[in-house]
């Protein structure tokens, strides 16, 4: 089979059913977080704020992504064919991706705070910063994304970004989306790890030391494991980006061969690993905290239980209208 059909079938192959796969579970993993996380116990815990906020926000952004491409396989494509739905779409999308990287950042600041010695710096791991936070970084990315409200454009019945806009969205997307979020991250990663280090350094009573130990441990494993995923995911976006724009000049003169390679690669690192990166939040916790797995354990039970006592109340509702109606279809039969 050419190189070209294959990469075609390879790319169908993985829209529908890795996708598909991708997002149903990514659905699932995000509801469950918003679930645990709008509990009351949680809503004063600012590590829970945010990870609310970044389910809360990848849940659009995959949605919005993933099933127009799934569905277009076998329907009309709506978005390529629409210049209002192609721009709404790409908004929604950038402004949540973006919202929830930054959120990320936010989560890596915030545990960093919460083991620092110095007061005023653990006091920037309060619900109140975490509320303001999440709402200045939605506010933000709302206002700076409308630019492609207004320049996203359909071309050879493809929705994206060309031209002079394109090749300035392609620089813009490589600082914002590539270079500062994993600097920062990076960044407070070894701020976290030397902070780790130097409290287990020192002489403190046991029982302190104990339970310092296992909670720094626990945040510096989840911000490592969060880090590594977004890098994965995220580092080749910026490059081909601005690789696609800047060779875009020569389109013509490559060749059909060569297109459908790019066209190939553009998905994996520009569609699948960034799609894959809004749906692993809910298993890079589940696989790195015990606690987080007995809080999903709990959460889905209380679900069954009540599940359970809705159905208990409806059948015993409908067993109660049952014998009103029998008595008094009864008295009807009596007075007759």
Same mark, same amino acid.
């Given at each position: 089979?050419?190189?070209?059909?294959?990469?075609?079938?390879?790319?169908?192959?993985?829209?529908?059913?890795?996708?598909?796969?991708?997002?149903?579970?990514?659905?699932?993993?995000?509801?469950?977080?918003?679930?645990?996380?709008?509990?009351?116990?949680?809503?004063?815990?600012?590590?829970?704020?945010?990870?609310?906020?970044?389910?809360?926000?990848?849940?659009?952004?995959?949605?919005?992504?993933?099933?127009?491409?799934?569905?277009?396989?076998?329907?009309?494509?709506?978005?390529?064919?629409?210049?209002?739905?192609?721009?709404?779409?790409?908004?929604?999308?950038?402004?949540?991706?973006?919202? =929830?990287?930054?959120?990320? *950042? $936010? %989560?890596?600041?915030?545990? &960093?705070?919460? !083991?620092?010695?110095?007061?005023?710096?653990?006091?920037?791991?309060?619900?109140?910063?975490?509320?303001?936070?999440?709402?200045?970084?939605?506010?933000?990315?709302?206002?700076?994304?409308?630019?492609?409200?207004?320049?996203?454009?359909?071309?050879?019945?493809?929705?994206?970004?060309?031209?002079?806009?394109?090749?300035?969205?392609?620089?813009?997307?490589?600082?914002?989306?590539?270079?500062?979020?994993?600097?920062?991250?990076?960044?407070?990663?070894?701020?976290?790890?030397?902070?780790?280090?130097?409290?287990?350094?020192?002489?403190?009573?046991?029982?302190?030391?104990?339970?310092?130990?296992?909670?720094?441990? =626990?945040?510096?494993?989840? *911000? $490592? %494991?969060?880090?590594?995923? &977004?890098?994965? !995911?995220?580092?080749?976006?910026?490059?081909?980006?601005?690789?696609?724009?800047?060779?875009?000049?020569?389109?013509?003169?490559?060749?059909?061969?060569?297109?459908?390679?790019?066209?190939?690669?553009?998905?994996?690192?520009?569609?699948?690993?960034?799609?894959?990166?809004?749906?692993?939040?809910?298993?890079?916790?589940?696989?790195?905290?015990?606690?987080?797995?007995?809080?999903?354990?709990?959460?889905?039970?209380?679900?069954?239980?009540?599940?359970?006592?809705?159905?208990?109340?409806?059948?015993?509702?409908?067993?109660?209208?049952?014998?009103?109606?029998?008595?008094?279809?009864?008295?009807?039969?009596?007075?007759?």
């Amino acid at each position: 089979m050419p190189t070209i059909a294959t990469l075609v079938v390879v790319q169908t192959v993985i829209t529908r059913y890795a996708l598909s796969i991708i997002v149903a579970l990514g659905n699932l993993g995000n509801l469950l977080t918003i679930g645990i996380y709008l509990q009351k116990k949680h809503r004063t815990n600012s590590c829970a704020i945010y990870l609310l906020a970044s389910s809360c926000f990848c849940l659009t952004a995959a949605n919005w992504a993933i099933i127009p491409v799934v569905y277009a396989l076998d329907h009309f494509d709506m978005v390529n064919n629409s210049l209002v739905l192609c721009r709404i779409r790409g908004y929604v999308i950038h402004t949540c991706s973006m919202c =929830f990287r930054y959120t990320l *950042v $936010l %989560v890596c600041v915030d545990r &960093y705070a919460l !083991c620092n010695m110095r007061v005023f710096i653990r006091a920037l791991s309060r619900p109140q910063i975490a509320y303001r936070s999440i709402a200045i970084i939605t506010i933000f990315w709302s206002v700076v994304s409308v630019h492609l409200l207004i320049w996203e454009s359909i071309e050879d019945g493809r929705c994206g970004v060309y031209g002079i806009y394109g090749q300035i969205f392609s620089y813009y997307i490589t600082i914002f989306t590539g270079l500062i979020p994993i600097f920062v991250m990076i960044f407070f990663a070894i701020l976290l790890v030397k902070r780790i280090r130097r409290s287990l350094s020192q002489v403190q009573p046991l029982n302190t030391n104990n339970r310092l130990h296992r909670r720094e441990v =626990f945040l510096i494993k989840v *911000v $490592l %494991v969060e880090i590594v995923v &977004y890098i994965v !995911c995220t580092f080749m976006y910026p490059p081909v980006t601005v690789y696609l724009q800047v060779t875009s000049s020569i389109t013509p003169s490559k060749t059909a061969e060569r297109q459908q390679i790019e066209s190939f690669v553009n998905f994996i690192f520009m569609s699948l690993l960034l799609y894959l990166n809004y749906n692993t939040a809910f298993y890079i916790h589940i696989s790195t905290s015990k606690i987080f797995r007995n809080e999903v354990k709990r959460f889905v039970l209380k679900c069954i239980r009540n599940s359970r006592q809705r159905a208990r109340n409806h059948a015993d509702g409908l067993m109660a209208m049952c014998r009103t109606l029998g008595r008094q279809q009864l008295q009807r039969n009596t007075i007759v």
